[in-house]
């Protein structure tokens, strides 16, 4: 249990949009302190002005209530809420998706406001000593800290027999057809005919249609799956592939570990960081190198190595722990 209300620390979280490791910081947070929370995304739908208007005066509001703002990404609303609780002698903490210092085209306005961030607030957390190593390649700064995403590893547990069925998870977009992979799974799955393939996620565009015309028959899509239909999908997979072109942390990778699968990921970004030596690493968009590396690991027992490699590093505790010794370091 927390302190007692009156001597417990007032935090304002901020977040673009609901998603699985904003809503666990939230939960982990609300165990400790008393927190405020304002999401974005929950603004759509208003006026351009209204809608800034709207959104501005409750980051104001919330900064002026907390003690101690927590955002979620840097982008415009962590932008405003660091430059105010700067101007109100509050403590600023921003964490770093990847996305915001991928080496892509932002923005000029929005690269500045990241470069803002950087160097302006008390604590930057990086999901990875892959993305803490993107953020001081654009500004070398002190307080910058790995606080890898949690996994629950009581939610996401092996609970059935594995199949010889092998799948990846992401949204499904004509973005993510190179970004997470697909065509290489598509291909894949074209040189392994007899083995099952599965490709889950929220479809965000058309480019379903183009996967659906070039899918061998040995790939089924489940598509808008909800979070339980997702867990089911883990539990029966032998192996679990992320395929990415880049990865800041990869949580659904983590998820899947934590349910016994075996992971094949590419050697980008934080992927080898995150499996380590429990699965196997193959170079982007090699369809041969992929396809080896599957039957291997389904011919593996390392379902088990794996997720006690996400109970060691990424466990939600962890990450609560590590959190709140930021939170409760003196003011700088």
């Known amino acids: 249990m927390g302190q007692q209300n009156e001597q417990q620390k007032r935090i304002f979280l901020v977040t673009p949009s609901p998603s699985t490791f904003t809503k666990r910081d939230l939960e982990a947070l609300r165990q400790e302190y008393l927190v405020r929370e304002t999401v974005i995304s929950n603004y759509q739908g208003r006026n351009g002005l209204k809608r800034s208007l709207l959104i501005s005066f409750e980051i104001l509001r919330g900064v002026l209530w907390a003690d101690l703002t927590y955002s979620w990404f840097a982008h415009n609303h962590s932008y405003l809420a660091v430059m105010l609780a700067n101007l109100l002698g509050k403590r600023t903490i921003v964490v770093i998706g990847g996305y915001e210092v991928a080496r892509v085209p932002l923005d000029p306005k929005l690269a500045k406001r990241v470069n803002y961030i950087i160097q302006n607030a008390d604590h930057i957390l990086a999901v990875s000593e892959f993305n803490k190593r993107e953020i001081l390649n654009l500004c070398e700064r002190r307080h910058v800290a ?153 011919q593996s027992d390392g379902g088990r190595v794996a997720r006690v490699r996400v109970e060691k590093e990424f466990s939600l505790e962890g990450r609560k722990q590590k959190i709140q010794s930021i939170i409760e370091e003196n003011p700088v």
Not at 238 to 249: D, H, N
């Open 146 to 298: 790995v606080v890898y995403n949690g996994i629950d590893c009581a939610q996401f547990n092996p609970g059935e027999e594995k199949e010889k069925l092998v799948i990846t998870v992401c949204q499904i977009s004509r973005n993510n057809i190179t970004l997470k992979g697909l065509d290489t799974f598509l291909n894949v799955a074209k040189l392994l005919p007899h083995l099952r393939f599965a490709i889950i996620g929220r479809v965000l565009d058309g480019s379903i249609e183009d996967l659906k015309r070039d899918a061998p028959p040995n790939i089924e899509f489940v598509l808008f799956p909800s979070q339980d239909e997702i867990l089911r999908w883990y539990r029966r997979a032998k192996v679990y592939c992320q395929l990415s072109y880049r990865e800041s942390f990869g949580v659904a990778l983590a998820e899947a570990m934590s349910c016994e699968c075996v992971p094949v990921v590419t050697d980008r970004g934080a992927l080898p960081e995150v499996v380590g030596d429990a699965g196997f690493v193959v170079p982007y968009s090699d369809t041969e190198a992929t396809a080896t590396a599957i039957v291997k690991a389904l």
